[in-house]
């Protein structure tokens, strides 16, 4: 579970569930506006990503879908992987999505898929006792948006979280856009990025997220496991979209 902030203002609730057995991977996240953000906007939101883990530990998306609503507006945007051609198609509200050549498609992972690229990376560093940096770069497809997310992983160093010390990574993010961004848009993406402090364990559980994309800094702050915390966790099943109560 992870408190949500905007410019240090709590504005909501997240809950993150990655499931990973022999050859598969399933990671679901909701997230829910509370207080002013939520009379506000009354957003709910939800993603989720599952594929295959290859041989070599490299992933495989078979499904990435984000939704959300906002009162009564709502919105949903989709990858599909299982089109003839193998390239991943991307779908805005069912229609597919036409922003740039297929070519720069292939071969990519959904946002969600490439969160956890980068954390299995920390863990395979980690159960290899290995303390050095490392470098990663990570193709990334949205359904609208493809960039690069240039992946950099510190050397373990101690992070204050939930009230207490943890041996972690910083792992820094910084985006190159490729196809579909305005030119404003495009250099905002070069302008900002993410900031991630993962356990330096086999777990590798993320404790923070900062995101900067130019217009104000978001973040994720680990605050426990859900049913350990007194704040309810938002239900990892819940589709916004099918459910339109809070």
Known sequence: MYAA?????????????LQETE???????????????????????????????????????????????????TGETRVAYDQPDGIPQGYKNGEPVDRMESELRAGTLDPLSALVTARRRV???????????????????????????????????TVTTAGQPWRAREVTVRFDPLGGFSDKHAAEWREGGLRIAVTDHGLAIPLRLDVDQGWGLFDLVYVGRCGAVETPCPGNEVDPLEDPKP
């Open 123 to 157: 863990a395979a560093l980690a159960d290899l006792g290995d303390d050095n940096p490392a470098e990663m770069v990570v193709p990334v497809y949205d359904g609208k948006l493809r960039y690069d997310a240039r992946v950099h992983i510190g050397a373990p160093e």
């Open 23 to 73: 050859g598969r991977y399933r990671v679901t996240v909701n997230g829910r506006a509370t207080g002013l953000f939520w009379a506000l906007r009354g957003i709910r939101a939800h993603r989720e990503a599952s594929g295959r883990i290859g041989d070599d530990g490299a992933l495989e998306p078979t499904a990435y879908r984000r939704a959300y609503r906002e009162w009564e507006k």
């Open 5 to 17: 902030r905007f410019l240090g203002l709590p504005v909501g609730d997240v809950a993150v569930r």
